[in-house]
């Protein structure tokens, strides 16, 4: 069944332990003038300034540029639910300009029922625009408990909030930025565009410590 507002949380790593807990120190913090609201987005795709090459429609969009295959580091199983960074923008609008009864305290699951995928049918969506790549899984049972198909009811209902973008469009939207920018494997990979290597990175050099906070004078 599809994962509801109210269904309950099982997060299967500290990033998103750390989201559950946030959501419940902020929510005893409500009152008349202080109006949380907890916006559980779906997975993000699609071009930015900051560009991310480690969320899975950016990354195998980017392995069939470089690599000429689309590759599935996992089994291709697990579901993910999924939306544009522009929907997400939209998202937050629609929050920020509703009714205070509407929003007060509340979590939205922020998405589309329409955009629902399992991992390996992303990747056939791919090679529809890439047909002369091949998809490639890597691994027969990854294990991965991160697995999770949501509904977005409530936010379609509450606040009549639609996406705009579908993952065939965001696919080609990339396809036509990577091109633009000559995407290559040195790009690809750079820690810059993955945020683990980035913050290996930072505790390597020093300007992060182990809790990832910053080092005077790192």
């Given at each position: 069944?599809?994962?509801?507002?109210?269904?309950?949380?099982?997060?299967?790593?500290?990033?998103?332990?750390?989201?559950?807990?946030?959501?419940?120190?902020?929510?005893?913090?409500?009152?008349?003038?202080?109006?949380?609201?907890?916006?559980?987005?779906?997975?993000?795709?699609?071009?930015?300034?900051?560009?991310?090459?480690?969320?899975?429609?950016?990354?195998?969009?980017?392995?069939?540029?470089?690599?000429?295959?689309?590759?599935?580091?996992?089994?291709?199983?697990?579901?993910?639910?999924?939306?544009?960074?522009?929907?997400?923008?939209?998202?937050?609008?629609?929050?920020?300009?509703?009714?205070?009864?509407?929003?007060?305290?509340?979590?939205?699951?922020?998405?589309?029922?329409?955009?629902?995928?399992?991992?390996?049918?992303?990747?056939?969506?791919?090679k529809e625009y890439y047909r002369d790549c091949n998809v490639s899984i890597a691994k027969k049972d990854a294990g991965d408990t991160r697995d999770y198909n949501v509904s977005f009811?409530?936010?379609?209902?509450?606040?009549?909030?639609?996406?705009?973008?579908?993952?065939?469009?965001?696919?080609?939207?990339?396809?036509?930025?990577?091109?633009?920018?000559?995407?290559?494997?040195?790009?690809?990979?750079?820690?810059?565009?993955?945020?683990?290597?980035?913050?290996?990175?930072?505790?390597?050099e020093n300007k992060l410590d182990m809790n990832l906070k910053r080092i005077k004078n790192g």
């Amino acid at each position: 069944n599809a994962l509801t507002e109210d269904s309950i949380t099982n997060p299967q790593t500290a990033y998103g332990k750390s989201k559950i807990y946030a959501e419940q120190d902020i929510s005893n913090l409500a009152d008349d003038n202080f109006s949380p609201v907890f916006m559980r987005n779906a997975t993000a795709f699609g071009f930015s300034p900051r560009m991310r090459f480690d969320i899975v429609v950016n990354s195998l969009t980017g392995y069939a540029i470089v690599d000429k295959e689309i590759k599935i580091l996992g089994d291709g199983k697990p579901w993910r639910p999924l939306i544009h960074i522009r929907d997400i923008c939209q998202s937050i609008i629609a929050v920020l300009t509703a009714d205070k009864e509407i929003i007060h305290n509340q979590a939205f699951n922020v998405g589309d029922n329409e955009e629902n995928y399992q991992i390996r049918v992303i990747a056939d969506k791919v090679k529809e625009y890439y047909r002369d790549c091949n998809v490639s899984i890597a691994k027969k049972d990854a294990g991965d408990t991160r697995d999770y198909n949501v509904s977005f009811n409530k936010i379609n209902t509450l606040l009549s909030f639609s996406t705009k973008w579908s993952l065939k469009k965001g696919i080609r939207e990339l396809g036509e930025t990577y091109k633009k920018v000559k995407l290559d494997k040195q790009k690809f990979n750079h820690r810059l565009y993955t945020r683990l290597k980035q913050i290996n990175y930072l505790i390597k050099e020093n300007k992060l410590d182990m809790n990832l906070k910053r080092i005077k004078n790192g």
